[in-house]
């Protein structure tokens, strides 16, 4: 019985700490795996559109009359098939990841460097500033993100300056409406009443105070955006109102794969799937970000 006592307490001592080290290690696989996958993903992608003209077997424009509508693997120079004037399929994606990125991309800054500046400035000013700020932005949001693009695109004419610009100015209105929630909160901390007290004006508050504060989660939104405006340019181009052929975007290459989807699917499958990666590639990142910069997640 003595013999029996003692070993209980060893058999505890040594099966405790490796069920506790399996279960960290669960944890930390669960939290950070996905993450550090989306973030190879989106670093890959941005690689690729960078070296497109590097990476890519073929011009993306040429036209090869012998392999019309051929298959995967079908021709041994164009491994994801051809399209039906005989364009390379992967250097029109390849090329295409500069096109769909490049908006994504741009179209967030835009709307952040023109919506975070006036939240913050209705957040801590109110009065007059807040009330006209609000409701523009609230006339904005009333219509969703695709249609406010595909108006103002529709005016301006489908050219990459043009549809950065509409996609920024459609996703305007949700940093506005963020900075100024955040502002709301920062400016009743002590730190603001401090800087209010030794004589910081109200746009030295603003730029050293506020913004700093705000800008976590700025920044993990503006990247769960870029996942939106990718969607968003695919949507225009798809419906015709985004860079005209034979320019090559994820979404034109879709729109023009539409018609042969039942004898040649490989068009719009691979077009999709570069898409729905990106998309998956920068939510994943945001995550990421959130976890990084919030403070309220560091400790974990």
């Given at each position: 019985m003595a013999i029996a006592r003692r070993a209980d307490p060893v058999d505890l001592a040594v099966a405790v700490p490796a069920d506790a080290a399996r279960g960290a290690m669960r944890i930390y696989l669960r939290r950070w795996l996905p993450i550090g996958i989306g973030i190879l993903m989106a670093v890959a992608m941005i690689v690729v559109a960078a070296a497109a003209p590097l990476l890519a077997p073929l011009s993306p424009s040429a036209q090869f009359s012998d392999a019309v509508l051929k298959g995967p693997g079908a021709v041994e120079r164009h491994a994801l098939g051809t399209d039906e004037f005989g364009r390379d399929i992967l250097s029109r994606i390849i090329w295409g990841a500069r096109i769909s990125l490049q908006v994504g991309l741009a179209s967030v800054v835009f709307g952040f460097?023109?919506?975070?500046?006036?939240?913050?400035?209705?957040?801590?000013?109110?009065?007059?500033?807040?009330?006209?700020?609000?409701?523009?932005?609230?006339?904005?949001?009333?219509?969703?993100?695709?249609?406010?693009?595909?108006?103002?695109?529709?005016?301006?004419?489908?050219?990459?300056?043009?549809?950065?610009?509409?996609?920024?100015?459609?996703?305007?209105?949700?940093?506005?409406?963020?900075?100024?929630?955040?502002?709301?909160?920062?400016?009743?901390?002590?730190?603001?009443?401090?800087?209010?007290?030794?004589?910081?004006?109200?746009?030295?508050?603003?730029?050293?105070?506020?913004?700093?504060?705000?800008?976590?989660?700025?920044?993990?939104?503006?990247?769960?955006y870029i996942a939106t405006a990718i969607r968003t340019e695919a949507s225009l181009s798809f419906l015709g109102l985004g860079i005209p052929p034979p320019t090559p975007s994820w979404g034109n290459i879709l729109s023009e794969g539409r018609q042969y989807i039942k004898c040649c699917p490989w068009i719009t499958t691979f077009s999709g799937l570069a898409i729905m990666l990106a998309v998956l590639a920068f939510n994943l990142v945001g995550d990421a970000l959130r976890d990084l910069l919030d403070p309220r997640l560091r400790g974990e």
């Amino acid at each position: 019985m003595a013999i029996a006592r003692r070993a209980d307490p060893v058999d505890l001592a040594v099966a405790v700490p490796a069920d506790a080290a399996r279960g960290a290690m669960r944890i930390y696989l669960r939290r950070w795996l996905p993450i550090g996958i989306g973030i190879l993903m989106a670093v890959a992608m941005i690689v690729v559109a960078a070296a497109a003209p590097l990476l890519a077997p073929l011009s993306p424009s040429a036209q090869f009359s012998d392999a019309v509508l051929k298959g995967p693997g079908a021709v041994e120079r164009h491994a994801l098939g051809t399209d039906e004037f005989g364009r390379d399929i992967l250097s029109r994606i390849i090329w295409g990841a500069r096109i769909s990125l490049q908006v994504g991309l741009a179209s967030v800054v835009f709307g952040f460097a023109l919506g975070v500046p006036l939240g913050i400035l209705a957040g801590y000013r109110g009065a007059w500033a807040e009330v006209s700020i609000m409701r523009v932005t609230d006339m904005l949001m009333a219509f969703p993100t695709l249609l406010l693009a595909l108006i103002i695109v529709t005016a301006l004419g489908g050219t990459l300056v043009n549809e950065i610009v509409a996609i920024g100015i459609a996703l305007t209105p949700n940093f506005v409406r963020l900075a100024r929630s955040l502002t709301l909160t920062i400016r009743e901390n002590d730190y603001i009443m401090a800087a209010r007290a030794i004589g910081a004006g109200q746009f030295r508050a603003m730029a050293r105070h506020v913004f700093p504060n705000a800008l976590y989660a700025l920044v993990v939104v503006a990247t769960l955006y870029i996942a939106t405006a990718i969607r968003t340019e695919a949507s225009l181009s798809f419906l015709g109102l985004g860079i005209p052929p034979p320019t090559p975007s994820w979404g034109n290459i879709l729109s023009e794969g539409r018609q042969y989807i039942k004898c040649c699917p490989w068009i719009t499958t691979f077009s999709g799937l570069a898409i729905m990666l990106a998309v998956l590639a920068f939510n994943l990142v945001g995550d990421a970000l959130r976890d990084l910069l919030d403070p309220r997640l560091r400790g974990e």
